[in-house]
């Protein structure tokens, strides 16, 4: 079944759709910082699914290196999921612009640097697929994370942009836009029970979406909802409320 | 954040950390306060429950297995259910399981759990090859039965007192098929389950349903349940002949909420109960049933514990000396039957040999009964407590949420020992758990 690429393999997501995607017979490249952190979950995939299992040393900023990491990849990967995503903090990135441009690099530059990259591969291939999570928050600016939000919305318009230019050559790519989901990130947020899923109901519904070459999955689905009224909420009233 | 155990007694505000690597244990070891380990928390009252408490839930990797011998080493965090999910299929089970599926390793470790054929496989560390322990220095230290064997037997049971059990290499048994042979017998009274236990010495898992309220003639009446593994001889029906290792899907039946007290009322135990025993068939019966249906009745109703309302219940299991065993439970039955405190589920066992430093169980016979908790339980239990005390047995630190002092070191002779060791391995008593508070550990 070949090789999956997951970029930024710590996340919690990250770790699910590890799970979901060799639990389901591929085989995976695990990039992240810091990855001697991966070996255990890596003789974890392999006991568990009996796949092959490969760990790589990546950081999404050093864009210089990203070139030869993706050379490195042999064979390569029949798709990628870049799951790369740092929330940071508003409030200090607001007066602090080494923050903002961390929270810029992670959540966009870095991520287009690499899937430049991989774009260009596939689409030569004429195969494979790119998965990019991006998020609700990229769909409107908000006052308590836009720094984020609009990383991420750009990012969201860059995945837009390569499903339009790969179409043709037979590329899939997917947006992911998850809503509140309990990981490390969000750990410590007062998060609503009913609107919040687990990271193995995003990888499930992931999995399941990719499979079925969709363009844009919400996940839980009703968030699609929640955010078409958002997005639809006038900006004369919206800037008055608190979200 | 309110945590509390499967009992739902006590509910306490405490602090949940967690952990991907036993490295991100160092900061809260450095600290002042006082720790202790948590699994799936499926320990009935505050063994597990503390200011701090150390969820293992995030460690939870397979780190080892080998195909030949069955040798699996993995992190704690690693529920029994995640095992079973994986190696059953490849005709390995779990050499000890208790009746929930729904514990982690450590917990099954630090707890020293039991199962259904006790009297032939022992307690989980029987099967226990090494442990690694991150003690309160900061320090791992790995222990066998060779090896530290001081460390190995005071965290055998030890509930968590000596350190946190990080990682955990054990025995799987090979099995013919994931399918159990199952025989359901009927027995009147006490003296009958007892004689039966015994006859049923060969057979891998005897456990028996016991009603705690008839009095007379039928008291002690009970069901035994006895199995062994099939083999792929047994397995005539197509489903199970094509698949004899087929893995069950998690249950989906939910308790949404908690049950108002009076659902277990004296009277609702008792028609309960009489239903049940005489649904069983007058004869010997046998069938064929699934693992899941045979160890874990209760997995498949999710949040079973809610039954017994939003105050709690607690779990009283006490073991008895063989000898003697029949004039105590006798003792004990009356009180409770008297008592009317409502036992919903009463379970019976009879122990093979054991002696390890602090695990629960002897060469005896074991009785475990849920009671809802109210006022006027605990002095109940306190005198039941003397009467354990007096037949030379004790109670299960895991299922305890109010047993005194004076009755755990009673009960558990080596408990002296035990509490030396627990002190050389964590000279500035870092672990501790409300139960090891209460209990002068």
């Avoid at chain 1, 955010?227 to 639809?232: A, E, G």
């Avoid at chain 2, 899907?249 to 909420?257: D, F, G, L, Q, T």
Wanted: net charge positive.
């Amino acid at each position: 079944m070949g090789y999956v690429l997951i970029v930024g393999a710590k996340s919690d997501i990250a770790k699910a759709l590890a799970h979901e995607y060799a639990r389901q017979g591929f085989d995976l490249y695990l990039a992240a910082r810091y990855s001697a952190r991966l070996e255990s979950e890596a003789l974890d995939l392999r006991i568990r699914y009996g796949v092959k299992i490969a760990i790589f040393e990546l950081d999404i900023t050093a864009y210089e290196a990203h070139a030869s990491f993706y050379e490195d990849l042999e064979p390569k990967p029949v798709g990628v999921i870049m799951v790369v995503g740092y929330l940071g903090n508003q409030a200090k990135a607001e007066s602090d612009f080494s923050e903002t441009m961390r929270i810029i690099e992670t959540n966009y530059s870095g991520c287009i640097s690499l899937l430049n990259i991989i774009a260009n591969d596939l689409e030569q291939r004429k195969t494979g697929f790119i998965v990019g999570i991006s998020s609700v928050a990229g769909d409107r600016g908000r006052k308590s994370n836009y720094l984020y939000g609009s990383a991420k919305g750009a990012f969201t318009i860059y995945l837009s942009g390569l499903r339009n230019r790969l179409s043709k050559p037979g590329v899939h790519v997917l947006t992911v836009k998850p809503g509140f989901v309990e990981t490390r990130m969000t750990k410590g947020m007062n998060l609503p029970g009913r609107l919040t899923s687990t990271p193995a109901e995003v990888a499930h519904d992931i999995f399941a979406a990719q499979q079925k070459r969709k363009d844009v999955l919400y996940t839980k689905w009703f968030w699609r909802f929640i955010m078409l009224i958002i997005r639809h909420l006038p900006e004369s009233i919206f800037k008055k409320m608190n979200l | 954040m309110e945590i509390c155990n499967w009992g739902n007694y006590p509910r306490i505000d405490a602090t949940l950390i967690d952990f991907d690597n036993a490295e991100d244990l160092l900061l809260p070891l450095a600290e002042k306060k006082s720790l202790i380990a948590r699994g799936l928390g499926r320990c009935y009252g505050d063994s597990a429950l503390n200011e701090t408490i150390i969820s293992t839930l995030r460690f939870n990797r397979l780190l080892a297995f080998d195909d030949n011998t069955g040798v699996l080493t993995c992190e704690a965090g690693v529920s029994l259910k995640e095992i079973i999910d994986v190696f059953m299929p490849r005709g390995w089970f779990l050499p000890v399981t208790p009746g929930t599926k729904y514990v982690t390793v450590g917990g099954a470790i630090a707890s020293d759990v039991h199962g259904k054929n006790h009297h032939n496989a022992g307690t989980f560390s029987n099967h226990l090859i090494s442990v690694a322990v991150l003690l309160s220095s900061g320090s791992i230290q790995s222990c066998s039965r060779h090896e530290n064997g001081d460390l190995f037997w005071s965290t055998c049971g030890g509930m968590g007192m000596t350190g946190i059990i990080v990682q955990a290499t054990f025995q799987l048994i090979p099995i013919p098929s994931s399918y159990i042979v199952q025989e359901t017998l009927r027995a009147g009274n006490l003296g009958q389950i007892m004689e039966l236990f015994e006859t049923s010495i060969d057979w891998t898992y005897t456990v028996a349903w016991i009603d705690c309220l008839t009095t007379g003639k039928t008291q002690g009446r009970s069901i035994l349940m006895r199995g062994k593994h099939a083999k792929a001889e047994n397995l005539t029906q197509w489903k199970e002949a094509t698949e004899p290792f087929a893995i069950k899907a998690a249950s989906k039946i939910n308790i949404p909420v908690f049950m108002p007290n009076w659902i277990l009322s004296n009277s609702s135990v008792r028609l309960f109960n009489s239903l049940y025993y005489n649904k069983a068939p007058r004869h010997t019966q046998r069938s064929i049933t699934d693992y899941d249906k045979f160890f874990y009745p209760l997995d498949s109703l999710i949040n079973w514990n809610r039954i017994y309302g939003k105050r709690g219940f607690t779990q009283y299991q006490f073991v008895l000396p063989k000898e003697g065993s029949g004039k105590g439970l006798k003792k004990i039955l009356a009180r409770i039957s008297a008592a009317g405190l409502g036992s919903f589920l009463g379970v019976l066992k009879l122990f093979g040999k054991q002696n390890n430093l602090i695990s629960f169980p002897m060469e005896g016979y074991t009785l475990a009964l849920d009671f809802p908790i109210n006022e006027r339980l605990f002095p109940f239990l306190d005198t039941l407590d003397d009467i354990v005390l007096d037949y030379g047995g004790r109670l299960y630190l895991t299922k305890d949420v109010r047993m005194s002092e004076r009755i755990f070191r009673g009960g558990y002779k080596k408990s002296e020992k035990f509490i030396a060791l627990k002190h050389r391995y964590d000279p500035q008593n870092k672990f501790q758990s409300m139960q090891s508070q209460r209990l002068g550990i």
